[in-house]
């Protein structure tokens, strides 16, 4: 019989930011010690995290010397030096998932490659240095419009992506090492989150449907279970275990899917961590994707990603124009709705678009999940004192 001792293991995650909050959350019903990095102490997890440990994710220092405080480092985020990971690595130091992996991520021109060299279907795409060098390429007609230019590395949340649609938005063209590729008319977004430990075990959750907020270009509604044909859901499923398994990774992988006006999977990218598309597996599903992560990470077995209820998420957002010290207004009447679960992520300061929480609406249908979630973006604004 294996003998476990969570309590005595110290897990480092690197970033404390929401997506670590809700780690910890799950980490300490083991009793696991925490250890949290992160270059502001005010950030989520700071509060909640057995030990806090102040300094910057991109700082190699920084992450060798808290790698060496843990038993196993993971991350909530892909932004880590990864030489400082690999010299941690080098010394015998669990890291999960694998340097190699985040190196991979990192770089969307990596990822991308890495998709087509593995058969998982993506948008058509090549490589650029710099921004002359597409504007030659355009001018050559090797590049068609419209098409979607991406920075190669540091870009999130929409941020270094640039959609071009004709040649009067060049101008929106980003400097740096980037790819270009095809503009997908795209009908749906999905994701789904596959998770594998060690042994190569290996499970998906149910996938989840995401709705934009137009204005902030951040997902405003996430709904599961997706719209997808079961038979399109099959193809994802297989799709996200197909690449979890080729990354050879042990972890979590959020897979994000275009689905086209032909109705064909495209991958858009994908994200070593957990994500904010399997919030609502707190509710909604028998095991959590943090719980899962931890269960991945630590080579257990994988829990049940069943279903248990249909969910709707909306983030919350901060409303245009408050800048400042954070309120929540309509938060008691929302309570008083059934099913309706809110997650504050201990954001002191509220800006215009910047993610504060999210709420995930449970119920018996997915309708009636949406009708309670309207009410609760009608009611639930982010505020602050000042503005
Ligand atoms: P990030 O990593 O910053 O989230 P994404 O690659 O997810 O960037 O792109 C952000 C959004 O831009 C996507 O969710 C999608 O709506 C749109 N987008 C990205 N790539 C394409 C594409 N090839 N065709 C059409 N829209 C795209």
């Not at 079961?230 to 080729?246: D, G, V």
């Not at 899917?257 to 909604?284: K, M, W, Y």
């Not at 245009?320 to 809110?342: N, Q």
Request: glycine share 8%.
């Amino acid at each position: 019989m294996e003998k476990i001792a969570t309590s005595n293991l110290k897990l480092g995650i690197i970033c404390g930011g929401q997506l670590g909050k809700m780690l910890i959350q799950e980490a300490s019903k083991w009793d696991i010690i925490t250890y949290t990095l992160d270059a502001d102490e005010n950030c989520p997890a700071a509060g909640i995290s057995s030990v806090f440990v102040k300094g910057s994710n991109f700082d190699y220092d920084a992450v060798y010397n808290f790698g060496k405080l843990v038993d196993i480092l993971t991350f909530e985020i892909e932004h880590v030096n990864v030489e400082a990971l690999k010299k941690l690595k080098s010394e015998g130091l669990n890291i999960v998932p694998d340097p190699h992996v985040l190196e991979l991520i990192q770089d969307k021109g990596l990822q991308k490659c890495f998709y087509r060299d593995n058969g998982i279907p993506t948008a058509s795409f090549d490589l650029f240095g710099c921004k002359k060098d597409i504007f030659n390429a355009i001018n050559e007609n090797r590049v068609k419009f419209p098409f979607v230019q991406k920075l190669r590395k540091g870009g999130f949340d929409g941020r270094g992506v640039a959609v071009i649609n004709n040649l009067g938005e060049v101008d929106k063209l980003l400097e740096g090492p980037s790819l270009i590729e095809e503009k997908v008319v795209i009908e749906k977004e999905i994701a789904i989150i596959a998770a594998r430990n060690q042994k190569g075990e290996t499970k998906c959750f149910p996938a989840v449907e995401m709705v934009f907020n137009e204005h902030a270009n951040l997902v405003e509604r996430l709904v599961c279970p997706s719209s997808l044909t079961p038979e399109l859901n099959s193809e994802a499923e297989a799709l996200a275990s197909k690449l979890i398994e080729s990354l050879d990774m042990a972890g979590l992988l959020a897979v994000e899917f275009f689905v086209d006006v032909n109705g064909q999977l495209i991958v858009n990218e994908s994200a070593p961590r957990p994500h904010n598309s399997g919030h609502h597996t707190i509710e909604s599903v028998t095991t959590s994707q943090y719980e899962q992560h931890i269960r991945a990470i630590l080579n257990l077995p994988l829990g049940s990603t069943s279903l248990i209820s249909p969910s709707v998420l909306i983030n919350l957002l901060g409303e245009p124009f408050f800048d400042g010290p954070v309120f929540y207004e309509g938060f008691s009447e929302c309570l008083a709705i059934d099913g309706v679960k809110i997650h504050l992520y201990g954001k002191k300061i509220a800006r215009p678009y910047r993610k504060m929480g999210h709420v995930t609406v449970i119920s018996q249908s997915l309708e009636s999940a949406n009708k309670k979630a309207d009410k609760v973006m009608s009611l639930l604004k982010v505020k602050s004192w000042k503005n």
